[in-house]
């Protein structure tokens, strides 16, 4: 997923990357040889945070893999299908708290 971020004049990034997008742009830039184990996976990208919302709460993709039962993927997209419910769990969770909540009725 990824958010615009409020227009202003800086040279910031036009877009906020996060979730499943940020993991795809990790693990593109990551050298991973598929078909790969979850082994491998967290030896090459297992520390990495990862945003998980537009307010930046992270993950490490270590943390998202222990919670999954699959341990081995045959591609990337596979990775990133196994992964995803995490970080959509995670994303909700904390769109739910009061908090986030209060912070969505802020116009700025």
Do not use: C, W
């Not at 906020?16 to 050298?31: H, M, R």
């Not at 209060?102 to 116009?107: E, K, Y």
């Amino acid at each position: 997923m990824g958010v615009r971020p409020p227009a202003d004049d800086n040279d910031d990034p036009d877009v906020i990357e996060f979730g499943i997008a940020a993991l795809d742009a990790t693990l593109s830039d990551a050298d991973i040889e598929y078909p790969a184990d979850e082994r491998e996976v967290r030896e090459r990208v297992g520390h990495v945070e990862v945003p998980y919302d537009a307010a930046g709460h992270t993950t490490t993709v270590g943390e998202a893999l222990d919670e999954i039962d699959l341990g081995r993927f045959e591609n990337e997209q596979a990775l990133l299908n196994a992964l995803h419910p995490v970080f959509e769990r995670k994303r909700e969770a904390t769109g739910n708290s009061i908090l986030s909540q209060l912070r969505s009725l802020v116009p700025f």
